[in-house]
């Protein structure tokens, strides 16, 4: 595997916040960017955010459910075809619980963890719908890597919240 540099972090998570900027904002969920990137080339293999597919989606799901159909299967099967290491950064923490009732963004990733490597998030999820996100806990207890890419919180929260109630 290549290693990365912080610049190479920031760039991932730059591209990530762009795509979060392309969601709609609303008040009832976080504008989210998400990619998914093969750790033995560093290429972005799938990309997404938040309502970017049909349904009350996820901007990880959108990468998962856009990689799936790049390889003509399920979100499901892709652990049976993919077989390098990726990584997946986020511009927020991803979410353990799914108040529409949908399996979580957690759940998503614990299930592609034999490809599924490491995780590289903005910041944690804000306390709004769900409270005291033990996401990143249950990723690491299932042996994938979670760490911060620092320096872009304060445009992430603008942007994820863009839509909701000032004060908000």
């Not at 003509?72 to 986020?90: Q, S």
């Not at 299932?142 to 872009?152: D, H, Q, R």
């Given at each position: 595997m290549a290693a990365r540099t912080e610049q190479d972090h920031d760039k991932l998570m730059r591209h990530a916040l762009a795509l979060a900027k392309s969601s709609p904002p609303k008040p009832s969920n976080f504008r989210v960017g998400a990619l998914l990137v093969n750790l033995d080339n560093g290429q972005v293999v799938a990309e997404g955010y938040t309502l970017e597919c049909e349904g009350n989606t996820h901007a990880e799901e959108c990468c998962l459910i856009k990689l799936a159909e790049q390889h003509?299967?399920?979100?499901?099967?892709?652990?049976?075809?993919?077989?390098?290491?990726?990584?997946?950064?986020?511009?927020?923490e991803p979410c353990f619980k799914r108040l529409s009732g949908k399996l979580s963004c957690v759940e998503r990733i614990l299930q592609q963890q034999s490809w599924i490597r490491e995780v590289y998030l903005g910041v944690q999820e804000p306390e709004k719908f769900v409270s005291k996100n033990p996401g990143r806990e249950m990723l690491e207890?299932?042996?994938?890597?979670?760490?911060?890419?620092?320096?872009?919180?304060?445009?992430?929260?603008?942007?994820?919240t863009a839509g909701h109630a000032s004060g908000a």
């Open positions: 003509a299967t399920k979100e499901e099967g892709l652990a049976d075809i993919i077989n390098t290491p990726h990584a997946l950064y986020t511009t927020i207890s299932s042996g994938i890597t979670v760490a911060a890419v620092p320096g872009f919180e304060k445009e992430i929260l603008e942007v994820a």
